[in-house]
């Protein structure tokens, strides 16, 4: 379960604060991911990331922020524009290829709650 | 975009039995195809993948089966056991990088 971690596992927030959520890997993957999860329901993807300084909306990226400044990292902000903000999200990473496989690795998850 | 749909939504089979999932996808540039397995409360994790030179593809109890005219794409479970009981996401690989999930299926093995 190592090498793509998530923190904090648990975290409670105001309504009205915005929120970053951190994914760090020492994969040494190039492309990272954003999903959230609501009960019942699929991944929904929120941002990715091919490389460094570059990073791409998925489908619902409204209320959101992304960074890429390093290799191993791509924090997650959930700002105050965001509507239902309370989920599960997952960070992921996978190689970029055509060279081995596209499988993505998970981070452990961030249980956001906004009261 | 990419358009992934799952179905059923539940499933509950006896122990022993098979299981069969499914899904469609839209964007005939797909080309990578993975099903995840989600225990309550943990990460996903890969279970088995195809990509789209190859129509099928099996490891043990498992096997996927990938139609590419009719872009759909199945999961079966053979001989299912306890265990197997976890949510399962099939995903669909879009050009750079972009992967898309279905909803999941609840998959519930009755002893």
């Known amino acids: 379960d190592g090498g793509i971690t998530q923190s904090p596992k648990y975290l409670f927030r105001k309504e009205g604060q915005n929120v970053t959520l951190s994914c760090e890997q020492n994969?040494?993957?190039?492309?990272m991911y954003w999903y959230r999860q609501d009960p019942g329901q699929g991944l929904r993807l929120i941002y990715y990331?091919?490389?460094?300084?570059?990073?791409q909306k998925g489908d619902i990226a409204e209320g959101y922020s992304v960074s890429r400044e390093k290799k191993e990292s791509f924090p997650l902000t959930v700002t105050s524009a965001q509507k239902n903000p309370t989920a599960f999200y997952l960070c992921?990473?996978?190689?970029?290829?055509?060279?081995?496989?596209?499988?993505?690795?998970f981070g452990p998850g961030t249980r956001l709650t906004v009261t | 975009g990419e358009n992934v749909e799952q179905h059923p939504s539940t499933l509950s089979v006896q122990e022993g039995d098979s299981a069969v999932i499914k899904c469609t996808y839209s964007?005939?540039?797909?080309?990578?195809f993975p099903w995840y397995k989600q225990e309550l409360g943990k990460r996903p994790q890969l279970i088995i993948d195809?990509?789209?030179?190859?129509g099928e593809k099996k490891d043990q109890r498992i096997a996927v089966t990938l139609n590419k005219t009719a872009k759909h794409f199945s999961l079966h479970i053979t001989e299912t056991q306890p265990e197997d009981s976890a949510v399962y996401f099939c995903?669909?690989?879009?050009?750079?990088?972009?992967?898309?999930f279905g909803a999941g299926t609840r998959l519930t093995v009755k002893p």
């Open positions: 992921a990473s996978s190689i970029d290829l055509g060279r081995v496989g596209y499988e993505q690795y």
């Open positions: 994969l040494n993957h190039d492309a």
């Open positions: 990331s091919q490389i460094v300084n570059d990073f």
């Open positions: 964007d005939s540039a797909s080309n990578y």
């Open positions: 195809i990509r789209s030179n190859v």
């Open positions: 995903a669909a690989l879009v050009r750079n990088n972009d992967m898309r």
